[in-house]
């Protein structure tokens, strides 16, 4: 009697395509040797447009690991009814009951593994709490306090741990009269100076992230951040090096050694993220033990404070020259290809992947009961 595991990938964030890298090495650790015995992996697709696929030809997805074609040009689509039935809301659940084909009614237990917004922001974590089904990773609230870098920000705050100085602003004050806009932009320089970061709030991949060095800069990326969401974020940029910690466990969560990104650009931005080869990782991070250990014990601090369960990657600021470390955010659903960091940190602190995808399984569970 194998536990069935519905991992859950695709969705229609921008990260569609890492999110079936990360599945791919997640459905390679269920079907391991050292998990098969206990776990039956269950695939779900979900399509750019949102729409669910399950079965065959889910499972093609992964093989290939490409995404499907709308139009379904690089894989064949079987009959609809039979692979799934749309519901006039989205998402579209398959649940016809054809026999060659998994269900989301035989699915033991959820590990959605779907990157940014409409995946790790609560929004999938509310879907299967409704279902009543164990599920990966943090809830509702965890989720989406993760994805909310002002939410996000204000519980670190909380918890008293360091941060950049930063600001908060709306859209309306952005698109407001042409003679509203320059005094933010002046409250923003006199508050933060340059250069500073513009980001949206509910994003990641650093997607509609700008660093802004001068007045026209700033207008610019204010509007473009507007256009990505209705709250933003703006804070004082630092010089530092960028070290994540990973955290694994639900009450009593454990930090796994600190890594380290290294990269040539101007910042960490999306192109130094998903181009090969234009950034390192360094693992353990060569950085004295008590900035490490501060690191740890920071990251455990943060997984509380924003309710995340069973997994989650707290990066990190280190200003090297004052010695100072700054929480930069948590990650939920971090990426969880085989290269990247949250399982390498993990595997480099004893715990193979195939390891830690049980584990997490087994946190869901525990977390369910
Ligand atoms: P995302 O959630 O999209 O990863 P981040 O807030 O982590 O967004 O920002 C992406 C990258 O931008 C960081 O990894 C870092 O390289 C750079 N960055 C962001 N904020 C700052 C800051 N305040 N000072 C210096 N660099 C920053
Ligand atoms: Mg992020
Ligand atoms: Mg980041």
Known sequence: NKLRVG????????????????????????????????????????QKDGYWLAGEIAQQ?????????????????????????PIPTSPYLPVSSSSSSAQVADVDVWFPIIHGPNGEDGTVQGLLQLMQIPYV???VLGSAM??????????FAQAGLPQVKYMTINRAQVWSNPCVFPKLCDQIEATLGYPCFVKP???????????VRSRSELETALDNAASYDRRLIIEAGVVAREL??????NDNPKASVVGEITFESDFYDYETKYTAGKAGFLIPAPVPESVSSAIQEMSLQAFASVDAAGLARVDFFYV?????????????????????????????????????VDQLIQLALERHS
């Open 201 to 211: 709030a509910n994003l990641g991949s650093s997607v509609g992230i700008a660093k």
């Open 7 to 46: 991992l859950l990938f695709g969705g229609r964030s921008g990260e569609h395509e890492v999110s079936i890298s990360s599945a791919r090495a997640i459905a390679q650790a269920i079907s391991s040797d050292q998990n098969a015995q206990k776990y039956e992996l269950l695939p779900f697709y979900i």
């Open 137 to 139: 990773g943090s809830g």
């Open 146 to 155: 993760g994805m909310d870098k002002i939410a996000m920000k204000m519980a």
């Open 320 to 356: 090297e020259a004052t010695g100072e470390v700054l929480i930069n955010e948590i990650n939920t659903l971090p990426g969880f290809t085989a290269t990247s960091m949250y399982p390498q940190m993990w595997e480099k602190s004893g715990v193979p992947f195939t390891e830690l």
């Open 244 to 249: 994540e910690c990973a955290v694994l466990g």
């Open 61 to 85: 997805v992964l093989t290939s690991g490409t995404p499907l074609q709308l139009n379904g040009s690089n894989i064949q689509l079987p009959n609809p009814s039979q692979t799934s039935l």
